[in-house]
């Protein structure tokens, strides 16, 4: 490693009280002294000093004799004098560090605990969740162009299709192969204009060493997060909401974002100004760290909704959030590009995983309960994003005199045509004649 020639000091976020100077990381702030910035062009950016976005630990891999000056996983900052000749490839970046950058926010203190969401929550199945992992962890390979993607697309939809969705198969180029995406609809049932909230996720895998023909398993990178999609979609599909859902599958992803990007291009202008949030999952079932850790991925147009997902993770998980407004290498991409507001969700750390997009990303390899923990966070948001719709139970009104016998049940005597008395009664649920529930007139 070549030393930086800018004059900086690392010190906890709290000592450091001039945003102009000084960059965020979690606990960590990176200082850099006055007359070098006045060195940068109008002070936008750090001379000497550069930030890397990674997925896992690409960067580190393709260049392992630079060392960070600092390493806060996924964000890495190097000195310019170790900057790589190419800027960027579709697995890390590297762009000038910039001040006032923060990845971390303060994380937001528990919520009051919505008895319709803890019961929503309680709908999630890990069983069925481990169940798709597994389905899609066994095919050979889900490289985009594969004939096992299309099954994977194939199981996905028989999946959507049997819980109300209405699918569709959106066309997709890779390349100069074709792919395709998945969508599943489901539509909202409340009053005035609906919104939309779309659940995304790659269904692709890769290995990169071995080719297109290799194992590429892709337990985590992506069987986690495309499982995550069809199990919210189950969930959400038990209860009536205001807005619409609307479930996406990837195509073409590990090869640049093909899918989503192309999805975001032709998206109708009608459509783009109904989303409400844009919730990715990508990786969501590794544990990496001590704790249970998720790290929380958007930019200034999704700030509302990263912030509702962190009390959700506050109020109803035990997870440990990190956040970043530096979007990259993820289907969340397009969106925020677009102005629209989207996010990732991530596992924290995801840099300590060696093993993904390669023959070792295995079932063997997952932590089941950090995923569940996930998938309540986001079940927690997508509630109160969706908002559901209450249903009441149209009971008949009697025609007669009415006693009640106990909480919900209710005794009506009326005298018919016949002049007999006659006895129904109000079970909770129906009428039925008082004799078949072992009563008798008296």
Known sequence: MTTSPVRYLVVPAAEAADAGRAARFGDR???WCAAAQRLGRASRTVPGLLLVTQVGR???????????????????????????????????????????VVVDLPPLGAQRVERTTADLLAQLSPTAYQADVTWLANLPTRHSLSATFTQAVDFAAAKMVALGYTTTRMPITVGAGH????????????????GLVLITAHLDSINHAGGPASSAPG?????????????????????????????????????GLHGSKQYVTALPAADRARVRAVLNMDMIASKNTATPTVLLEGAA??????????????????????????????DH???????????????????????????????????????????????????????????TVARPRPAGAVVSRGPGLLDVFVVGADRALHHKAWDGTSWRDYESLGGVIS
């Open 301 to 330: 147009v999704s700030s509302t909704q990263l912030s509702d997902l962190t009390a959700a993770a506050a109020t109803y998980t035990g997870l440990k959030v990190e956040t970043s407004f530096n979007p990259f290498a993820s």
């Open 179 to 194: 792919s395709e995406n998945l969508i599943g609809d489901r539509a909202g049932a409340g009053p005035g204009p609906r």
């Open 333 to 391: 991409v397009p969106f925020i590009n677009a102005g629209l507001p989207a996010l990732l969700t991530i596992e924290g750390a995801d840099s300590a995983n060696g093993n993904i997009h390669s023959a070792g990303d295995t079932l063997s390899t997952l932590t089941w309960p950090l995923a569940a923990e996930i998938l309540r966070m986001n079940a927690a948001a997508l509630a109160g994003w969706l908002v559901e719709v209450p249903t």
């Open 29 to 31: 702030t990176i200082l």
């Open 58 to 100: 690409s960067f580190q891999d393709d260049y392992p004799d630079v060392v960070p000056l600092l390493d806060h996983g996924r964000q890495l900052v190097i000195s310019a004098a170790d900057k790589p000749r190419r800027r960027s490839n579709h697995h890390w970046r590297v762009e000038p560090l910039r001040p006032g």
């Open 219 to 255: 337990a985590d990178d992506n069987g986690s997060g495309s499982a995550g999609v069809l199990e919210l979609g189950r969930v959400l599909a038990t209860r009536t909401w205001q807005h619409d859902v609307r479930l996406i599958l990837f195509g073409g992803e590990e090869q």
